[in-house]
């Protein structure tokens, strides 16, 4: 693995800037129950994956996810560890996804997996470690229509962006 | 240049359209009248309460204490030792198959019907 | 494309169509008469406004009868009965003559178990005060001679007090009384399967056909001594429900407990190891009644009561050494089960 150049640093550093103001932004935005999310901090990581490749992804994901945490100051607690588990699955299906079969899926195809790969490892993480008992299942097809929504939301405003930022040729 | 919607997206949209109804009918079938509160933590039944009756009372959670409230046939988390806050924000539940989480703590509180069907009053 | 879109569109009918947020029992809340008031109307025809609509004459109702037969001023009807005692009678409303005559003949048929002019007493124990007291053997025994439900002259539509210092206090019939008007408003706008719920004096209409539901509604008893928890529970259709506790207000002086069901005979709290009895009746006006009339009574003479009652079944929870036992009439046996202990 090459080690980064300043210019990479900076803009991934760009990238997982944009993505803590998404967060943050988002928290303001008001929702019928908490733990139902867009996820918009995920446009940028989408647009990592899309302009560099898995690993910038997984960098700016987590990054953002850190800043996040300390952000709304739950940094070492279940929040956080639940993000991690969200944000690096959703990662590995998304980069996973794009390698293994090229070209079948679209920026909206690719959100979505991301999407509702975060809200599933979330769920299972809360299912088996936490809460221990099947009425959490209740939740779930709230959480699903959630995933799903959020995913095209953030597919289509990647898509968007994304001809944009590959015409100021940002280099690899 | 990757596109915008392919051909498998629209699969994968009408896919996962399809599984999140199908959760929606799998978990509605569950979902019953309910006048009974359960409260369980770390998995283990802890509390067992009816929706027609006021009641304030704490719970110990993995990491705290949570004041539960029930007031006119609907629960609420009124207080809670956890940083986010997310039980008590999901505000006041009332349906059958309702839930409230709070994870740090393990808690679950749950609307079910009561054991015996359909307990419509008290007296006393 | 229009797979896609057709597909979409039938799972969201799909969702309208599988919507199950029940709209049923249409409930309110309210309070009145010093109770937390709660009506639950289970039909299923008729609109939610129509129930609601409803229910807000049947609340009214119960505001009406609390104006009428309170005590606690003396501008309502009982009040001005009170207000004039031993100097003039007053002219009611027939409604509230066919009360009187009605507790009179639960006072007559119980030998004074029950007797609507324990009001001088009611009033001294004061249990809804802030610090109540024990009211001194003197001042008991002066007011005795004024709880006589035979010094009540009920002359046309005129009532009268016989002797200065008497009152009446309906307290013991008035809210199984309002919940039976209630319930009669609601059955006059068509309601068939509903509760009236005023401070655990049941009025229960169970004459719907839910596909779903039981053909009876099930009533918890409270537990007398564990707060929070159900001494039992029992099936029932139609009628009237009540229960007297020694629990319900009460304080505690001297390590003694001095309940609010007097005995109008003595003047003090019942102390004959009853602590709960709960009475089922075709209407709620009885019911109430005889909860506290066998209370009064006691173990053995109270259940004779509701024995040689027709339309009646009881059940009388009673101090057995340490623990709690009880006793039930047949038919109440029947339909009730006890809960197990947690």
């Known amino acids: 693995m090459s080690a980064w150049t300043t210019r990479q640093i900076t803009t991934l550093g760009l990238f997982s800037a944009v993505g803590i103001s998404l967060f943050v932004v988002e928290s303001f935005i008001p929702m019928p129950l908490p733990f139902l999310k867009i996820g918009l901090a995920n446009v940028s990581s989408l647009l990592a994956l899309m302009l560099f490749g898995m690993r910038e992804m997984m960098l700016v994901m987590s990054v953002r996810v850190i800043v996040g945490s300390m952000l709304t100051g739950s940094l070492f607690g279940p929040g956080f560890l639940l993000a991690m588990a969200g944000g690096v699955g959703s990662a590995l299906a998304m980069g996973g996804v794009k390698k293994a079969i090229p070209n079948v899926f679209g920026v909206v195809g690719i959100s979505l997996i991301g999407s509702v790969t975060h809200v599933t490892v979330q769920f299972l993480f809360v299912l088996f470690f936490y809460v221990r008992t099947p009425a959490v299942f209740f939740l779930l097809p709230l959480l699903l229509t959630s995933a799903l929504v959020g995913g095209v939301i953030v597919g289509w405003i990647a898509a968007r962006l994304l001809p944009i930022l590959k015409s100021m040729k940002i280099p690899r | 240049m990757i596109p915008t919607l392919t051909i498998g997206d629209k699969v994968l949209l009408a896919l996962l359209v399809c599984l999140v109804a199908g959760s929606f009918l799998a978990v509605g079938s569950f979902a019953i009248e309910g006048n009974t509160v359960l409260v369980q933590v770390d998995g283990r039944t802890v509390h067992k309460a009816s929706l027609l009756e006021n009641r304030i009372f704490p719970v110990s959670g993995a990491e705290g204490a949570l004041t539960i409230e029930i007031r006119e046939g609907r629960v609420a988390v009124t207080e809670a030792k956890c940083p986010n806050h997310v039980c008590i924000r999901t505000g006041w539940r009332s349906r059958g198959g309702d839930i409230i989480v709070c994870v740090p703590n393990k808690v679950v509180v749950r609307i079910l019907a009561a054991d015996k069907a359909g307990v419509r009053a008290i007296t006393g | 494309m229009h797979l896609q879109l057709s597909t979409l569109g039938f799972v969201v009918l799909l969702l309208l169509g599988c919507n199950r947020s029940p709209k049923r029992p249409v409930t309110r809340e309210s309070t009145a008469m010093n109770s937390f008031v709660t009506i639950a109307v289970y039909d299923e025809s008729g609109t939610v406004d129509q129930l609601n609509d409803a229910i807000d004459s049947a609340l009214a109702e119960i505001q009406r009868i609390e104006e009428m037969a309170t005590d606690y001023n003396d501008t309502s009807q009982v009040g001005r009965i009170n207000l004039h005692a031993g100097k003039d009678s007053i002219l009611v409303s027939p409604e509230l003559i066919a009360l009187l005559r009605t507790s009179i003949a639960f006072a007559e048929r119980s030998g004074g178990a029950f007797d609507v002019a324990v009001g001088p007493i009611v009033k001294t124990w004061d249990f809804l ?17 004024l709880i006589d439900y035979r010094q009540i002259v009920i002359a046309g539509e005129k009532v009268f007090l016989t002797h200065k210092g008497m009152a009446l206090d309906l307290g013991g019939i008035a809210k199984g009384y309002a919940v039976d008007r209630a319930a009669e408003i609601l059955r006059r706008k068509g309601c068939k399967q509903f509760i009236v719920d005023v401070g655990g004096n049941l009025g229960v209409s169970w004459e719907g056909t839910r596909l779903l539901d039981s053909a009876a509604a099930t009533i918890l008893v409270r537990h007398p001594r564990r707060e929070g928890e159900f001494f039992g529970e029992f099936r029932m259709g139609t009628g009237g429900v009540s229960t007297s506790g020694d629990y319900q207000r009460y304080f505690i002086q001297d390590g003694v407990r001095y309940h609010h069901i007097i005995d109008p005979a003595t003047g003090l709290p019942t102390s004959n190891g009853v602590v709960s009895v709960t009475i089922v009746a075709a209407d709620a006006t009885t019911a109430d009644a005889l909860s506290t009339l066998v209370f009064v009574l ?43 202990a947690p």
């Open chain 3, 298 to 340: 006691g173990r053995e003479e109270g259940m004779r009561y509701i024995l040689s009652t027709p339309g009646v079944e009881g059940l009388i929870v009673f101090q057995q050494g340490d623990s709690l036992s009880f006793v039930s009439s047949a038919g109440f046996e029947n339909r009730f089960s006890r809960s197990a």
């Open chain 3, 129 to 145: 005060a802030a610090k109540p007291r024990v009211p001194s053997r003197d001042a008991i025994s002066r007011l005795l001679p």
